[in-house]
């Protein structure tokens, strides 16, 4: 059974900046499609970026241009950076990894990130 493990969340003033990692126990990220999710309280689950195994991303409108998507297959980490945060961007934050899109594949256990002054 593979598990992910998420890290990285925190508190930051608004501009800031976090990374956000999503351990696997398994050699899965670089043939599996790996999302981030996020939800806000009240908000249902978005989509927020997704690396598939070929590599391409997608993003969300509302972090296109401040988020990326990326991964480390030697250490079966995908990664998301997040610039320039807005309070909006608060929630808790999980990754999926899945052998295909529609599957319900592995879910984490998700990450706090609050973004306030």
């Known amino acids: 059974q593979v598990q992910l493990v998420e890290s990285g969340g925190g508190q930051v003033q608004p501009g800031g900046s976090l990374r956000l990692s999503c351990a696997a126990s398994?050699?899965?990220?670089?043939?599996?499609?790996t999302d981030w999710y996020r939800q806000a309280p009240g908000k249902q689950r978005e989509l927020v970026a997704r690396i598939f195994s070929s590599g391409t991303t997608i993003y969300a409108d509302s972090v296109r241009g401040r988020f990326t998507i990326s991964r480390d297959n030697a250490k079966n980490t995908v990664y998301l950076q997040m610039n320039s945060l807005k309070p909006e961007d608060t929630a808790a934050y999980l990754c999926?990894?899945?052998?295909?899109?529609?599957?319900?594949?592995?879910w984490g256990q998700g990450t706090q990130v609050t973004v306030s002054s």
């Open positions: 398994g050699n899965i990220v670089s043939v599996y499609t």
């Open positions: 999926n990894s899945k052998r295909w899109v529609g599957d319900y594949g592995y």
